[in-house]
Every structure is written in structure tokens, then in C-alpha cells.
């Protein structure tokens, strides 16, 4: 719905939106670069959570960031949005992309889908409040109520969230595109479409967000899972360059000789391999021109990452991606700025309750393991029935991960001078059977318990509290660290993590001969 600005002005009377608090940005209409956008309270008086500042924060929906990337502009990097006239009301949350959710709601899905959301505490356009950028995990949106922005902005902080391309519509490369692509940017190169929305996305908020309140030149990116590859790779890419003061990867970054740096959230293919997927793709619908797919209905070309046999991912295109991780890393290409990264314990193989026999454990090791290197492993995780062969397994899984992020943490400590902020994360939400799993944190970090329907018990509003705290520190600062919370070292040579959930505080990463075994097994593998 548009509204123009004398019945924007009516609006606010309707919804009894002066006495709540006078000063708040939904009193008044701002202006972007696009035209006028009119917000409203994010929360009404029947809020019930956390919160202090809760009655000065506004929140705009669905405001477009770039325009369709339907019809002609498929398979394109994102185009301007078009200027509009009048006021855009930013009640209600904009469209989701296709491909993006497991098809288990009722939101409206279409090409037109590069909006934002912004949760602002500011009570002037001249505050310059710390902001952050979210981006959202596989098989998510920026409209889900796990990604509530209201318990960041009760910080101090103005939160953004957004939506961006994936599937086959972000990931789809084939020489016809790279052709197209070189005549813009001279990059003969295609398939990063959902990247190069991540990319406008942050340049939107860098060149509107101080009419929020926003601080344009102090903007923090943070993710979760295939979040977390987005946040990565705004601080590698040189597209980015001089954007961001810092970075927050969660349940993301993988040491580049562990090949699981290549199958979770930020895998990478090459160019040829990207061609490879999308002509048997193309195939598959009876079409061999981009001419020709750009005209099929939307609905022919999603596909779901889980069940798909067609695997549409990020490439390597020396554009958008300047370099292979390794050599970001050791060539130091990436944003020298401080960095907080982490994982769950029951994530990235580890599965709480499980409960395999022997021979099950013994199959899984010859298939990760080979020659001197499986015996060594199942020294130091032995098993000899079905309780230790299933304890043993998530024990290597959880220390893979976390033995792998604190090396790639090792790497970063060594090539730039800004800190590193490493977390263990071990905290079970209530209601629920799969213990710390992959996510669980987001509600905690957020602040935003009141936004989901878990049964939250007093502790779980607590950890919410000190998780939220260090976070927002972070945002704020570049450091964690902040009265009345646990000391957070930043990564220094020592083998140490920071616990964070069912206890607070530096914890050794793992057995050091664990940790000595795993990265003797890494230089033995692929650099990516």
C-alpha cells in the first residue's frame, strides 16, 4: 500500500502511534535516495519480553533495494530500483525469493523479491547509531521471526535485514552469461547473482541508512550458515572494499585444507563445474539459450538445495570472489577488520542422540579416513559397542569443527593486524530434541525470545541477555568485552576458545593431541 505524505501523517493518528513516544522515527516520514517510506512501532503495549528500550523502536518493511530480477533482468546482477512517488508504506514485509524456503508458509514468492527490513531505536536522523547487516541461513527468508531485529535495536543498534537470490535464479553460470557479464563489467565470469545482492544490499544501506539514524560509516555484516558465507564474502571481496568496521560468522568459516570447506555453507565451484551443473540443468527443461529460460515461468526453475540433484552454489570467478580461501587468507586480500566467529556443538555432523553401532562407526571413519591416518583417528576416538561408537562419532565432529575454525582463526591472527573473536556455543534452547544444534544460537544472539514459540524459562532470557551483550559490544566496538560480562580474549597463539551457553569463559579448543592429529591430517589435503 502508498500512502502520501499528508495521509502518512493521518496514519499515525489512526494507530495511536504519538503517545507512545513522541520522538520515535515511526512519528515521522523518511526520505531515501527512491522516495519517502513510513514505519511504524515494532512493538505494540502488549510486548512481553527483555527489552528496555522496546517503545522506541521503529521498523520498516519491504522496502526494495534493487529492482525485479524477473524477465529480462534474470541471471543479471541486481538493477537499480525504480524512484517511486508518494510514500511507501512499510507496514507489511515484502515478497521472498524463489527458492529460498522449504515451501512451509504462506508468504508470496516472486522474482520481485531484493527488499529490506530495517528495526531502528533512533529518535533523529542525525543519531549515527551503530548498524548491522543480517544475512539470513538456506531455506530462510528475511521476513521469519527468528530474524527479528528488535532485541539488536533495544542495544543502541540499527539492525537490517534483507532478501537475496538463490538456487538456480543466485547461482547459475553458463559461457552465454559469462559472455554477457564480460560486456558489463569486463569480468568473463557468471553465476554469482545472490552474492552480488548481498553486495547491493550493503551498498543500499551504506547510502540511505543515515536517514534510520545510521551511522553509514560504521556497519558491522553478520550471518548464520549460508549467512555466514555472505558475511565472508563481503569481507573478502574487493566489491566491498571499505564498507564494513567488522564481521560476525556464525557456524561458517572452515580451515581451506578441511574439505568440508567445500560442502557446507560457503563451498565455492569452479567456473567449469558451475557450467557443468547448469547445462545438464538447462537440459533438464528443454531449453539451450538463456533467451529461452529467461522466458519459463518462475515456478520450472526452482530447486531445493537439500533435494535437488542439481547443486547451484557460489564459483570462483576471480570477480566477486578475488581469490580461493587459502589464498585470501595468506595473501592477506581480505578486510583488515576485526572479526567474531564460531560454532554450535551439535552442528556440521555432530547430531545430539545419536545412536549408531559399531560397524556403522567403523564404515563412517573408512569413508573420512584412509592409510595411516584412520588408525591414528580411531586411537583417539575409540569405540567398542553402540554408546561409545555414537559418543565417539560426535566427538570428531564437533572437534573437526571447532579445531577447524580456530585454525582458519590461526590463519587471520597471523595476516591481519585487526583481532579475532573465536566462541564455542553449547547452549540447548527448551522444547526441542536436537540439543545445540545448527541455529540454536540465533535466538540468544538476537535478543529476540519474544519472536518464536519455544517454551523460555528465566535462564534461557539470561543467556539471551549476555549473548546479546557480547554481540552487540562487538558491533559496537570492534571488541565484545563490556561490564559485568566474562573476559573474552581476542585469539592469541594459545589453543583456547570462548564458551559460550551452559558456561561462559576461555576452554581449550580440544585435546591437544586431537588438535595436533586434525591439523597434521589437514596439510595433508587439498588447499581451497
Not at 547443486?311 to 587459502?326: H, N, V
Not at 583488515?336 to 545412536?355: I, W
Request: charged letters at 15%; a negative charge.
Amino acid at each position: 500500500m502508498w500512502l502520501t505524505t499528508t495521509a502518512a501523517t493521518a496514519a499515525t493518528v489512526l494507530y495511536g502511534l504519538s503517545p507512545v513516544a513522541s520522538a520515535a522515527l515511526y512519528d515521522s516520514v523518511v526520505q531515501t535516495k527512491y522516495g519517502k517510506v513510513q514505519g511504524y512501532p515494532a512493538f505494540n503495549e502488549t510486548y512481553n519480553g527483555n527489552l528496555t528500550h522496546w517503545k522506541d523502536i521503529t521498523v520498516w518493511k519491504g522496502i526494495p533495494f534493487a529492482a525485479t530480477t524477473g524477465g529480462q533482468n534474470r541471471w543479471k546482477a541486481p538493477q537499480p530500483a525504480s524512484p517511486w512517488n508518494g510514500t511507501l508504506d512499510a507496514k507489511e514485509f515484502g515478497d521472498v525469493c524463489p527458492s529460498a524456503t522449504d515451501g512451509d508458509n504462506d508468504y508470496t514468492i516472486t522474482e520481485d523479491c531484493l527488499n529490506l527490513n530495517i528495526w531502528s531505536p533512533a529518535h533523529s536522523s542525525s543519531d549515527k547509531l551503530p548498524v548491522v547487516m543480517w544475512s539470513y541461513p538456506a531455506l530462510s527468508t528475511a521476513r521469519d521471526a527468528l530474524f527479528d531485529g528488535g532485541g539488536m535495536a533495544d542495544q543502541g543498534i540499527v539492525f537490517v535485514n534483507y532478501n537475496y537470490r538463490t538456487g538456480s535464479f543466485g547461482w547459475m553460470a553458463t559461457p552465454e552469461l559469462s559472455e554477457e557479464f564480460e560486456k558489463v563489467t569486463g569480468s568473463n565470469s557468471s553465476g554469482n547473482w545472490g552474492m552480488l545482492d548481498q553486495f547491493a544490499a550493503l551498498k543500499w544501506i551504506k547510502a540511505n541508512i543515515a536517514n534510520f539514524g545510521g551511522d553509514p560509516d560504521h556497519i558491522t555484516v553478520m550471518g548464520q550458515s549460508a549467512g555466514s558465507a555472505a558475511t565472508q564474502h563481503i569481507l573478502n571481496s574487493n566489491l566491498t572494499r571499505g564498507l564494513i568496521v567488522g564481521a560476525i560468522i556464525e557456524s561458517g568459516v572452515r580451515y581451506p585444507e578441511d574439505p568440508m570447506a567445500m560442502e557446507a555453507a560457503e563451498a565455492y565451484r569452479t567456473l567449469d563445474v558451475s557450467y557443468n551443473t547448469a547445462e545438464k540443468f538447462m537440459a533438464s527443461l528443454n531449453v539451450s539459450t538463456i533467451a529461452e529460460a529467461r522466458e519459463l515461468p518462475m515456478s520450472d526453475l526452482v530447486t531445493n538445495f537439500l533435494t535437488s540433484p542439481y547443486s547451484f552454489t557460489a564459483t570462483l570467478d576471480y570477480y566477486a570472489i578475488p581469490e580461493t580461501y587459502w589464498n585470501t587468507l595468506r595473501n592477506k586480500i581480505a578486510q583488515d577488520v576485526p572479526v567474531l566467529t564460531g560454532n554450535t556443538k551439535d552442528e556440521s555432523g555432530a547430531t545430539y542422540g545419536l545412536n549408531i553401532s559399531l560397524e556403522t562407526y567403523y564404515e563412517d571413519f573408512n569413508s573420512t579416513f584412509s592409510g595411516e591416518w584412520l588408525q591414528r583417528f580411531l586411537d583417539l576416538y575409540p569405540a567398542n559397542d553402540r554408546v561409545t561408537a555414537s559418543g565417539a562419532e560426535n566427538s570428531q565432529w564437533t572437534d573437526r569443527s571447532k579445531i577447524g575454525t580456530w585454525l582458519w582463526s590461526q590463519m587471520w591472527n597471523a595476516a591481519y593486524e585487526s583481532p579475532i573473536y573465536n566462541y564455542y556455543w553449547d547452549h540447548a534452547p527448551p522444547g526441542q530434541d536436537q540439543g545445540a544444534y545448527h541455529e540454536s544460537e540465533i535466538n540468544y544472539v538476537l535478543n529476540n525470545l519474544y519472536a518464536t514459540s519455544k517454551p523460555w524459562t528465566a535462564a534461557d532470557y539470561a543467556i539471551a541477555k549476555k549473548m546479546n551483550s557480547y554481540w552487540a559490544n562487538f558491533i559496537k566496538t570492534g571488541n565484545p568485552n563490556g561490564p559485568g560480562l566474562t573476559p573474552w580474549p581476542a585469539v592469541n597463539s594459545s589453543e583456547l576458545v570462548q564458551h559460550v551457553g551452559d558456561g561462559w569463559g576461555q576452554i581449550p579448543v580440544g585435546w591437544s593431541e586431537k588438535v595436533a592429529l586434525f591439523k597434521a591430517w589437514f596439510s595433508t589435503l587439498k588447499k581451497y
